[in-house]
């Protein structure tokens, strides 16, 4: 029997083009040409919809991958799922992590004694901008989620901890195509504002993962509810857009006991957008235990955080108005407190923290999802 | 003898120019025309250079009191401080805090079992714009400071945990005059950037109340000093400026044995950005007793909580990079990661939170300043 | 008979909140109580949501004027409109222009020889949060432009140059209330953003203008109409909103025989964003006679400009890409540039320039409005 | 004898990645390897410092040029001046231009009937961070400007119309360095602010100019005077700066009877920040002539338009105030509004357009430098 031995690689970078980290992974054989499946991170800019840093951080990794795999640039897509949010502000260090997966032969009968990490991809079909954000999406990542559950070996939802999710956004290029072809878009705002494409698209893609693990019922889904029926979400879905895409690509953490890996995965949900207990029961979740704060050495255990600092819809926050709604450049405040509000939990700035939008279908009303990778003791 | 009884009533604001908390606050007599002192808060806007809520506030609220003193507007300066920290992004609810004094009659000789609060004030001689961020200035808010000192009854440097100042900064016609007049202004950049004259108004001001309080020997002052030496700090003042003011203001906290009060102040530093902890000090600093992190019942003896975010001069934290220094909105940014490491610490957004500005000798290198005032139990 | 003598005054303002140019204004007899109709003008501060200065300014002129008219702030709006536009980046200097109105007895059968300015206001009903940039407030727009045509006296929408309007937009306090009544609301994006609240509500705005004067046929108007079909729009139309409004308010400016004014106003309507010759086309409709460009003595009759500068929604500009559709501030810079194209033209920087929104019906697609009013001469 | 044919090919970019229309002119031959001298160009995104966008076109230029030549990025300076300004709000379209300089020959007494476009180049020598905005750059610019002039021909600076400079400017890195080797670098501040090191670097490189063409007499020159004495400065230097740059390029473009090109320069330089007419002479200066406005067939020969738009550094245009000082966004704003003014007249938005710091060595106080390129006609 094959058994999964995942493992999760962070590296810091320098630069949005720096892939020194990966390369020193390559030369010490932690990353392997038939081991790699996706490189997950942050890049470095404002994250807004004329930052180039993310632009060209997708095409300086794409390059590397492509000459580490040996393959052009535009087929490596089909063997590694890239997930780059854009914009760091604040005390979020711009990295890469990549996650590799081992398949080790085990005998058929040995089930690990408790679940570990275990990683599943799949690309979906392409959604043209008319499908942006509205249900041609949803459906698309659902049936990709589907697909990459299964390639993780996973069955159950309830063993599903974190759904990363990147998805086509709209550009003015392909608004215009749109309409040309007589369809219309969902928005002509481009941010990632209330009412921006970044937002739907982001959020289509959030239902489709929730429809895909029964959060939410198919029958209760429709272009009408995205962005605007908030009681519909997921508690695991991480999705981030971009309008240079054309396909959706999925990526499924869990755990399993059919895994070997040293990892394991939990999350939780923060009850509002100050909550710290929230990232910690995200570290309790994937098997830290500690009372009140975690200690150094749990830290040490600690691989990676994954988190979405989604701004809430109300201008309350237990109870007193706050103005972030109407600060001018909430996006970037909103994913900065986000990464504040992990690494002061965490202890450290390599966390991967998208967001910004206001409100949304990753995680309930007010609240945030964030997922966390432990190292197993023992 | 008399002693003092001092009080910080904490009013929301849901305009830059709303008084109702004020007026309500008036109306119940909590705030009497002879125990108001200082009002301190945090209003809403960008708190950029051409942002018009505190300027807004500044007029309504003295207005405001000058009316409830029966006095004319320009003589509220006279008789109650106004500190208006502007700038209130991310989780920082908009907020006034009014600082009561009652001198209260107690016999000769019973001092109280423990220090509690007190509170001084002072204005300083007039500061021309060749003197901001500069030795003049320096000295002034030092005498100054002795003075509020001497206003809360205090001698001990050790038992100041807060002095709060306000100097005036430069704008586009005081430097015309100054330069007029044949001098020359410290910088010609009207923001809080790192050589912005926003930024040296303050740490010149901060630099005077550590040399008041001995933090830093006169002999090691200079105009060169000002923004260069990091070694030269306060670790308990926090400082802000505005372009319209002639004056400095000091308001300076303490505890003593002569106090009467129910309230008592501390102060903690962090260690850097991310540090809750630090924040958890100043908690315990002010008497709250608790392992790992405070319960609700501590954090309901909680009053306030005052907070420098100063963005740190390294572009590391922990050893990685971020890219806080480069940020375009950094200004922003910074002073709403302040907020947040506060409130996810304290439970509430109506903390006074103040800074942006890249280091400064507001606490030391890396590190920010925050003083905390709880209720004394029993 | 009675006929208008229309004066337009403009006050450079120090401040959001000076008022000393409508004093001396008002001190030398140019502004009486009974001829004051309406207040124009550019506020200084960002313009974007969490920009206070048009607020201060708005509350500030409305105490200046009721002391002035001996009444209180609140009955102000039913005798003098106020149109107060947000944000003055660039080359636009913070002013207040004075509208008045004087009826001066002429004899019954002397029409004037040629047509100069006359103007009419009105107030709308009010309109709730869920009419904001629909149907029901395209209606009441339309209904308040005919009573201030019938005010001015005028019948003919070709004598009609141009159509002020102030409504309500949404905030989050606004939505909130919309939707506890059950009602949706065109937008949950407060800014003027592409598919922003104040965009929609800027346009149905300008649909009730277009519908009123004939411009658009009523039956072609619809909420699906709304920044979504280019082809509809006005010539004449500037509007702008604002959360602290609760009705909407109308002035209209146009030319009669019947007028005893010094001034005519016209208008012309650039072909695209770098189009000055649509600025000197104005000039021209307003009487100015010069080829190529005005002179010095030309410029000297000319006494306002009004112009909008909607950003284009193509990216093109004769040919050639821009990327203002994507820039992060393209809402100040926008507007900014509107403001050089007027002042590059009329050699100063007093005009009334508002915009910075993606797209809008005040105006063909790309083309912007521009209005002047100039001293007639002899 | 052998004379210069120079020419200046403009090409729109699509992105910052974009060659294209660069390798379509390889392919036509109008670009050859042994003639292309200079690419000169603007590169979109926001122009700050967290804007990724020129430092990926850098590279991106530099791989494209380095295949072109058949040589390695790192040896692409040697061969190639690159001017890339970064920022392209409003309307100025992200384009390269490429300078190519053919030498052929020509029978020995046959001087030019007119003057004609000749361009020189020279590197600098490495500038370390702590001379840079200081005297050591200024006489390294100066010394480069000099060898610049001699590659071009030309000996008398009245035929120097234009003098494009990229100097480096300082990082978080560099500085570290300067001050671990015991160095003070002229600022802390590094945005192009009033004292930020970007606007300190291009001053410096501006007045370095102004000393090699006797604009500024060397005696005048000391650290002090850079962004203080504003009576020193160059008509003709239009400086960048990059913080990746270890030395300055220098590119000179004047005119010389030795010439055998089809082109031609002029230059003038605006008198205020909306001067229009500044625009206009420039056209008029390289061989343009016109009454009033320029026709479309004069438009037709003009072949390229670079100009500053340096943000005055006083609050008055005309008499009247502006906020542009105060205004948050003033460095993307004042570098829009230069472009709409060049745009406005030249009908095009292809043109080079760096600016946007308050005040600069780069022109008289108050106005910008105008340089035009025109196809001489007959």
Redesign the interface.
């Known amino acids: 029997m094959k058994a999964q031995r995942v493992e999760l690689l962070v590296c ?1 970078m ?4 720096d892939t020194e980290g990966l390369q020193k992974l390559a030369d010490l054989g932690k990353i392997k040409t038939e081991t790699l499946v996706a490189l997950v991170g942050k890049t ?3 994250g ?6 993310r ?2 951080a997708d ?1 300086a990794l794409r390059e590397w991958t492509a000459r580490f795999l040996g393959i052009s640039p535009n087929e490596v897509a089909k063997q590694v799922i890239f997930v780059l949010s854009g914009g ?7 990295h890469i992590a990549a996650v590799t997966r081992e398949w080790v032969d085990v005998p058929d009968d040995t089930a690990g004694e408790d679940k570990r990490l275990v990683v599943g991809r799949a690309g979906s079909d392409p959604m043209p901008p008319e499908e942006v954000g509205r249900m041609g999406q949803i459906r698309k990542v659902a049936e990709a989620t589907h697909h990459a559950m299964a390639d993780a070996g996973l069955t159950d939802p309830e063993d599903v901890h974190l759904v990363m999710v990147k998805v086509p956004g709209l550009t ?1 290029a392909s608004i215009k195509d749109a309409e040309s072809r007589g369809k219309t878009v969902v ?5 990632f ?4 494409a970044g937002a739907y698209a982001n959020d289509a893609a959030a239902l489709g993962v929730a429809m895909a693990l029964g959060e939410v019922p198919e029958a209760s889904l429709s272009d009408d509810v995205v ?1 605007r029926n908030w009681d519909l979400y997921s508690n695991v879905a991480m999705t981030s857009s971009g309008g240079e895409k054309r396909h959706g690509e999925v990526v499924v953490f869990g755990n399993s006991v059919e895994s070997r890996s040293e990892l394991r995965i939990g999350h939780s949900v923060t009850k509002d ?4 207990e929230g990232v910690r029961n995200a570290l309790r979740s994937a098997g830290l235990t500690f ?3 975690p200690s150094e050495t749990d830290l040490s255990r600690l691989v990676h955080v994954f988190a979405k600092s989604v701004i809430p ?1 109300s ?1 309350r ?2 109870g ?10 909430a996006y ?3 994913k ?2 986000g ?3 992990v ?3 965490t ?4 966390n991967y923290v998208s967001g910004g939008e ?2 949304s279908h990753q995680g309930p009303p007010g609240g945030n999802i964030v997922a966390a990778v432990v190292r197993a003791d023992g």
Chains 1, 2, 3, 4 share one sequence.
Do not use: K, Y
């Open positions: 810091p320098a630069t949005p083009a470095e800019g404002t807004a919809h004329d930052d180039w840093g632009v060209w095409v760091c502000p604040g005390v979020i260090t711009p003015t928005s002509h705002d481009l941010t504002g209330p009412e921006g962005r957008f100050i909550d710290a009372n009140g704060l819809g201008d926050i237990r007193q108005r706050i103005t972030l709604l109407d600060d001018t450049d970037q405040i909103g900065a407190l990464g504040m509000l690494a002061s939990v202890g450290r700035t390599t206001r409100n």
